[in-house]
């Protein structure tokens, strides 16, 4: 718990480094807009990609 609101914790890799990993820690609603913004920054790259394809 943070400031009475209920926090989850994950550990992940390092990219780039087999050794290394980090913590993210956040409320149900940062997790979700984290989530969300890795989504959009996928299909951003996504329609990047597919333009350059393209020309």
């Not at 609101?5 to 990219?15: F, N």
């Not at 409320?27 to 959009?40: F, G, I, P, R």
């Amino acid at each position: 718990m943070r400031h009475g609101e209920r926090v989850y914790c994950r550990r992940e890799p390092v990219l780039g480094s087999r050794l290394e990993s980090a913590w993210w820690c956040g409320t149900v609603a940062q997790l979700k807009a984290w989530t969300h913004d890795a989504q959009e920054d996928i299909e951003k790259a996504q329609r990047i990609q597919t333009h350059k394809e393209d020309n």
